[in-house]
């Protein structure tokens, strides 16, 4: 069966640097890719989309990366902040559906 | 806030007991899906809805387990006969129905099951 992994530890960095989330999956040909925020008791929100045919998309300090050979897909926070401390999900999704298959999440603690 | 809302937010149960979430969409949007999340896990789809069709079911969603969406608009989940394992956020989120489009969630449901 499809198998989605994110890093399972906690990210800790410190307040303006980059934070770089990994979103790895195997058994499963996704047609895009998408990366949620999530907060505590909260639903996810939604942040990017990136297609099978996209390298890479970006949104103000937000960058994410697909690689299909490797399956792999980056997620990059850039000049990191207190406030971007959450949980962040990646989800994979097939044109044939809108089921979205997500990973386990990886929670980021952005310090001063 | 996304626009779509769910109640309870929180339901305390015995098992062997019935429960019922209710999932109210945004307004324009003709697709509503059902996740579950435990502790420390990604959510997990458990079926969706375009319009009053539910279109895709989980192989997981056990038959004690219905959702029904019967005016294309608000959508109700029933848990028959609870157990423990069921205790969970069950989340609703909805979208424009366009094969690759963000989803919306909504706050959840906690449910408790003692």
């Known amino acids: 069966s499809q198998k989605i992994e994110q890093n399972s530890e906690a990210l800790n960095i410190q307040e303006g640097k980059t934070a770089t989330l990994t979103c790895n999956y195997t058994n499963y040909s996704p047609a895009y890719l998408q990366w949620y925020r999530q907060d505590p008791g909260r639903g996810p929100v939604f942040l990017l989309l990136i297609r099978e045919n996209e390298k890479e998309k970006r949104k103000e300090r937000l960058k994410v990366t697909f690689d299909t050979t490797l399956k792999q897909s980056l997620f990059h926070i850039t000049a990191s902040q207190p406030a971007d401390s959450a949980t962040y999900l990646c989800?994979?999704?097939?044109?044939?559906?809108?089921?979205?298959?997500f990973g386990t999440g990886t929670r980021l603690q952005v310090f001063p | 806030d996304t626009g779509v809302s769910q109640n309870p937010r929180h339901k305390i149960t015995k098992r062997g007991q019935n429960v019922t979430f209710r999932c109210d969409p945004i307004s324009e949007h003709n697709r509503l899906y059902w996740y579950r999340q435990t502790l420390g896990q990604g959510p997990e789809f458990l079926t969706y809805?375009?319009?009053?069709?539910?279109?895709?079911k989980s192989r997981l969603l056990s038959d004690r387990f219905s959702a029904e969406r019967p005016k294309g608009s608000f959508s109700t989940l029933e848990i028959q006969r609870t157990e423990q394992g069921d205790s969970a956020m069950y989340l609703c989120?909805?979208?424009?129905?366009?094969?690759?489009?963000?989803?919306?969630f909504g706050p959840g449901t906690r449910l408790t099951v003692l």
């Open positions: 989800a994979l999704g097939r044109d044939n559906t809108d089921k979205l298959i």
């Open positions: 809805f375009q319009n009053e069709a539910q279109l895709e």
């Open positions: 989120a909805s979208s424009l129905g366009r094969s690759r489009n963000e989803q919306f």
